[in-house]
């Protein structure tokens, strides 16, 4: 289902990148000027074309009974001890599937170390969590399950607790050979839904596409400023704004993030994952700690290469010096990134 | 060109001396190993390579291999012995994308 929407937007985006070719072809390559300064951003687009389709493992291929089930249980309140988070509690669709705090609120209503990240895109991600200890959303989706901190709701119990429930056998039937309730399944369909949660066409895509009027050229020059003077898509590369990298860029925290799982590496210490910029003006406080409360604090972070400066800091990570021009430009840029999605449905959850 | 002028550099005494060890040389590229597997002798040096624009960090935490060869600027190179038999995991500590294997065969 959503591969086929994917297609069409892309069939459409083709179209347009044809008109705007033939547009290109009979005018000068300066997109206009700002501050006194030539833009020319569409060099910058060939890395940013969304894809046509969702990837998924071969041992897990999405069907749409797996996402039905998937979906089905991150709705589900009841895997977590107390009945009474699920995992959209704190991967909320309203908030562009984080939860809107600067760290999460565990079991028992205790706030965690860190911030919810977006569950937007993770189909394509090549690490999961903060710090990264899961390489695959398989292996992701029962840790927060079974956290004690967390949802706090053991395995075993959960397995037990979801045989009880008569209404899950025909979705585990539809999904696969039989009714069989495993962990492992458990797993394998909320990641096949999780695959299906992808940010819809943002302005920002529209320009790719070639409609020259879908981003102002104030974002333009932001662009510009991203993809050169500071360095952003060294890291926020590709369509989905992240190579999945992890760095020290100098927030203010105490947590070794990534450093905790190799302590032997200096570079590591301090480092989380670079999240993706997709809807990033809908999600903030920013920061796997929420530290920053708003993207232009974010900005300034970057423009003084790391508001603290220790032997892990990232090498790529120096001060910018960004004129409220281009500052500015960027923060226009990012709003550009954010689309404008549908509500998204809750399941009726079975009895 | 100055990149090529010093792998040259490197290689010609190897030659003259007619060598038998071979150079081994990994380059990193847009965030991934040029390479995702080679075999090499017990002993042999591997050179691994910085060819992106970004910094990178090479190390192993495979047990009898641990190594780390710390950060990598663009355009600098690092070498490590692999001097036992057995299979050695590489990974960059920045980008989970680059993934690697040593084999090392008599």
Redesign the interface.
């Known amino acids: 289902m959503e591969l086929r929407t994917l297609q069409q937007k892309r069939g459409a985006g083709a179209l347009l990148n044809t008109l705007a070719l033939l547009a290109l072809a009979s005018c000068s390559p300066v997109e206009g000027t700002i501050a006194g300064r030539d833009i020319d951003a569409r060099r910058f687009v060939d890395q940013y074309h969304r894809p046509d389709a969702i990837p998924s493992p071969q041992d897990n291929p999405t069907s749409d009974a797996a996402v039905r089930l998937g979906k089905t249980l991150f709705f589900d309140p009841r895997l977590s001890a107390a009945s009474s988070m699920s995992c959209a509690n704190c991967h909320y669709p309203g908030f562009s599937w984080g939860d809107g705090n600067p760290r999460a609120i565990g079991d028992g209503m205790k706030e965690l170390g860190r911030r919810s990240p977006t569950i937007l895109n993770l189909a394509w991600a090549?690490?999961l969590f903060w710090d990264?200890r899961a390489?695959t959303l398989e292996e992701q989706a029962l840790g927060p399950i079974q956290a004690a901190g967390e949802m706090n709701l053991p395995l075993d119990q959960m397995v037990t607790r979801l045989r009880s429930i008569p209404g899950y056998q025909p979705l585990f039937l539809a999904t696969y050979a039989d009714q069989e309730i495993t962990a492992e399944r458990v797993a394998k369909a909320i990641a096949a839904f999780e695959r299906t949660v992808v940010s819809g066409v943002a302005p920002f895509d529209r320009w790719v596409s070639g409609d020259e009027n879908a981003i102002s050229q104030e974002a333009k020059l932001g662009f510009e400023v991203f993809n050169t003077k500071a360095n952003c898509a060294?890291?926020h590369s590709g369509w989905r704004f992240t190579?999945?990298?992890?760095?020290d860029i100098g927030t203010v925290t105490s947590d070794r993030g990534?450093g905790a799982l190799?302590e032997?590496?200096?570079?590591?210490q301090f480092?989380f994952k670079t999240p993706t910029l997709r809807n990033a003006d809908r999600r903030g406080p920013y920061m796997h700690n929420g530290s920053e409360a708003t993207l232009e604090k974010v900005i300034e972070l970057y423009d003084l290469g790391g508001r603290v400066k220790r032997a892990s800091l990232?090498?790529?990570m120096k001060p910018l010096n960004l004129s409220p021009d281009e500052k500015r430009a960027l923060l226009a840029f990012l709003h550009t990134l954010t689309s404008e999605d549908a509500p998204v449905e809750i399941p009726v959850l079975p009895r | 060109m100055l990149k090529m002028l010093f792998a040259a550099i490197l290689l010609t005494p190897a030659l003259l001396a007619g060598s038998t060890a071979a150079e081994h040389v990994v380059g990193q590229k847009n965030k991934v190993f040029a390479k995702a597997e080679i075999t090499v002798k017990p002993g042999e040096k591997v050179t691994f390579r910085n060819d992106d624009d970004v910094t990178h960090n090479v190390f192993s935490t495979t047990e009898g291999f641990r190594f780390n060869l710390k950060t990598q600027a663009p355009g600098t190179e690092s070498v490590q012995v692999f001097d036992h038999e057995g299979k050695a995991e590489i990974r960059c500590a920045f980008h989970p994308t680059m993934k690697m294997t040593v084999q090392v065969k008599k």
């Open positions: 090549t690490a990264g390489e060294s890291c190579d999945d990298s992890f760095h990534r190799l032997d590496l200096e570079s590591i480092a990232s090498p790529e």
